[in-house]
């Protein structure tokens, strides 16, 4: 089993930034990809960013050039820098992991970091 710890998350004024870690209990190479999700209340959770074991990232179209994922492989952490926050940012932020079995994608997740732009 691996666990995901997210943190990091907290309360923040509009412009401002945050940047949230996720650590995972064995190393991180084990996996296809990494990446963070959100929802927020009354929507589906949704991808913002992802960042491969060859390190390519990719990022939804909302936090582009906002958002940088990064991975530390040493400390099978991934990070998640936050800046020009929108109150549209406010949402649970959960850490995902995935490797692609014979039998198809296995995920695992952590259990969220809540972010809360508002002034």
């Known amino acids: 089993q691996v666990q995901l710890v997210e943190s990091g998350g907290g309360l923040v004024q509009p412009g401002g930034s945050l940047k949230l870690s996720c650590a995972a209990s064995?190393?991180?190479?084990?996996?296809?990809?990494m990446g963070w999700y959100r929802q927020a209340p009354g929507k589906e959770r949704e991808l913002v960013a992802a960042i491969t074991s060859g390190n390519r990232p990719n990022y939804a179209d909302s936090v582009k050039g906002r958002f940088t994922i990064s991975r530390d492989n040493a400390k099978n952490t991934v990070y998640l820098q936050m800046n020009s926050l929108k109150p549209e940012d406010t949402a649970a932020y959960y850490c995902?992991?995935?490797?692609?079995?014979?039998?198809?994608?296995?995920?695992?997740w952590g259990k969220g970091t809540l972010v809360t732009v508002s002034s």
């Open positions: 064995r190393s991180i190479f084990t996996f296809n990809a």
């Open positions: 995902n992991a995935h490797w692609l079995s014979v039998t198809g994608r296995v995920d695992y």
